[in-house]
């Protein structure tokens, strides 16, 4: 979908309030599209999030709104082999660029610090990939073409957050070949 914002579904998100476990959630920080704020509100019920748009899902251009299995079957180097996410090495016209989606993430995770207590943070495939290179939790190549579990926790540590220059680097040297539309 990228950033288009339709009607947040509900279904499936019965039962996510044990999702955590044990674990109380002090703040929960979530994308402003209304699939997210779901999300949110269904794994820590009674928690109002803190809406970010920082934390959307990258920008698609003219992709955005088009089924997935239509993008599959014109472009299937495009979408990862799993989960039908968009390669985030992919050359899509109109496409958010890859730095620029960094640096969004980045200053959305940045702007956490120093918020006292367990902390929920509900975000799309995207983001969250970029999220956890950015975390020291993933290597950029090791998301490219990887696609999360959907409502599957993982746990980080804000103070690990590197500067997106440093993981752009690797970025721009990359082995060249990759998907272009």
């Given at each position: 979908?990228?950033?288009?914002?339709?009607?947040?579904?509900?279904?499936g998100?019965?039962?996510?309030?044990g999702?955590?476990?044990?674990i109380?959630?002090a703040?929960?920080?979530?994308?402003?599209?209304?699939?997210a704020?779901a999300?949110?509100?269904?794994?820590a019920?009674?928690?109002?999030p803190?809406?970010d748009?920082?934390?959307?899902?990258?920008a698609f251009g003219p992709?955005?709104?088009r089924?997935?299995?239509?993008?599959q079957?014109a472009?299937?180097?495009?979408l990862?082999?799993?989960?039908?996410?968009?390669?985030?090495?992919a050359?899509?016209?109109g496409?958010?660029p890859?730095?620029?989606?960094?640096?969004?993430?980045?200053?959305?995770?940045?702007d956490l610090?120093g918020l006292?207590g367990?902390?929920?943070v509900?975000?799309?495939?995207?983001?969250?990939?970029?999220?956890?290179?950015?975390?020291?939790?993933?290597?950029l190549?090791?998301?490219v073409?990887?696609?999360?579990?959907?409502l599957k926790?993982?746990?980080?540590?804000?103070a690990r957050?590197?500067?997106?220059a440093?993981?752009?680097?690797?970025?721009?040297?990359r082995?060249?070949?990759?998907?272009q539309?």
């Amino acid at each position: 979908m990228g950033q288009r914002d339709p009607e947040a579904i509900v279904e499936g998100l019965d039962g996510v309030g044990g999702l955590l476990g044990e674990i109380t959630p002090a703040h929960v920080v979530s994308s402003d599209a209304r699939r997210a704020q779901a999300t949110a509100r269904a794994v820590a019920p009674g928690i109002e999030p803190r809406l970010d748009e920082r934390l959307r899902e990258r920008a698609f251009g003219p992709w955005e709104g088009r089924r997935k299995t239509e993008l599959q079957a014109a472009h299937p180097e495009v979408l990862t082999p799993t989960g039908g996410a968009v390669r985030l090495d992919a050359d899509v016209p109109g496409l958010e660029p890859l730095a620029a989606f960094f640096h969004r993430v980045h200053a959305a995770l940045r702007d956490l610090d120093g918020l006292d207590g367990p902390l929920l943070v509900v975000a799309h495939n995207g983001s969250l990939r970029i999220a956890l290179v950015l975390l020291g939790l993933r290597d950029l190549e090791s998301v490219v073409s990887w696609s999360l579990p959907h409502l599957k926790p993982i746990e980080a540590d804000l103070a690990r957050l590197r500067d997106p220059a440093s993981v752009l680097i690797a970025a721009e040297h990359r082995a060249p070949g990759r998907p272009q539309f």
